[in-house]
C-alpha cells in the first residue's frame, strides 16, 4: 500500500491570554491571519499555503515552562536571513539575545524569544546542503 499524501501542516499552541499572543502573531511577527474561528486564529507560518500555526485559546494552564519535556513545543521559522529577523525583531522592541548563534552541534545559525503565551519561537538556517533548500 502507497502513502497517502500531506498536503499541509498545522501546529497549534494555546495560549491563556489569546489577545497577548495575537497581537505578537499579527502586529509584531507580521503573519498573515488565514482563518479567524473565534477562540483559535490560524496563520500562514511560510509561504505557499503548506504551513500553518493555530493560537488557540487554552482550556487549563500551562503544565511546564521548559519547552524540551514531554509536552512541549520550540516552534521554529527556518529563513536565510536569521540576521534580518533578529533586527526585525529587536526594532519592535522584542527581548533577544545580543546576536544570532552558531551551533556546532546541529550546524545552524539561530536565536530564541519567548511569545506572549511563554513558548518558545526559534528563527533558524540551516548551514548544511543535507537541508531542503528554503
Not at 495560549?15 to 502586529?27: L, P, V
Amino acid at each position: 500500500m502507497t502513502r497517502p499524501d500531506l498536503a499541509q501542516q498545522v501546529t497549534f499552541l494555546y495560549a491563556e491570554d489569546t489577545e497577548a499572543s495575537w497581537r505578537f502573531y499579527e502586529k509584531t511577527l507580521e503573519l498573515p491571519l488565514v482563518q479567524d474561528q473565534g477562540t483559535c486564529r490560524i496563520y500562514a507560518a511560510a509561504p505557499g499555503d503548506r504551513a500553518f500555526l493555530g493560537v488557540c485559546r487554552a482550556r487549563a494552564p500551562r503544565a511546564s515552562d521548559n519547552p524540551r519535556v514531554v509536552g512541549g513545543v520550540v516552534f521554529t521559522f527556518v529563513t536565510p536571513d536569521v540576521e534580518g529577523w533578529h533586527e526585525f525583531l529587536k526594532a519592535r522592541g522584542v527581548a533577544l539575545p545580543p546576536k544570532p548563534e552558531y551551533s556546532e552541534t546541529y550546524r545552524v545559525t539561530h536565536f530564541f524569544v519567548t511569545d506572549p503565551a511563554g513558548y518558545t519561537i526559534e528563527f533558524q538556517r540551516f548551514e548544511r546542503e543535507d537541508w531542503p533548500e528554503v
